[in-house]
Nanobody, 115 residues
Framework: QVQLVESGGGLVQAGGSLRLSCAAS????????MGWYRQAPGKQRELVAT???????NYADSVKGRFTISRDNAKNTEYLQMNSLKPEDTAVYYC?????????WGQGTQVTVSS
């Protein structure tokens, strides 16, 4: 079992920045990759960014150059630094952790970007 707790969401004006955090606990040594996904009202959940245990990153085209995913293995925490935020980034952001054949999710944190 892996438990994930997100923090750092909130309300920000367009062009502003936020940093999301996701603290992992439990069977953390089995985690192969972590990531962030988001879901806007009326839309499907979509990938934002992922990072492997080796540090390889992957980003959705819509956030490339604006968002940065990172991991602090000593703190068992991943981060999503979001800069130059746009109203279309408004969504509930979910932390994800992958172990072989199992995917874990956090409870989600709301990010709202006003125009």
């Amino acid at each position: 079992q892996v438990q994930l707790v997100e923090s750092g969401g909130g309300l920000v004006q367009a062009g502003g920045s936020l940093r999301l955090s996701c603290a992992a606990s439990g069977n953390i040594f089995s985690i192969r990759a972590m990531g962030w996904y988001r879901q806007a009202p009326g839309k499907q959940r979509e990938l934002v960014a992922t990072i492997t245990s080796g540090g390889k990153t992957n980003y959705a085209d819509s956030v490339k150059g604006r968002f940065t995913i990172s991991r602090d293995n000593a703190k068992n925490t991943e981060y999503l630094q979001m800069n130059s935020l746009k109203p279309e980034d408004t969504a509930v952001y979910y932390c994800n952790a992958e172990i072989p054949q199992i995917s874990y999710w956090g409870q989600g944190t709301q990010v709202t970007v006003s125009s």
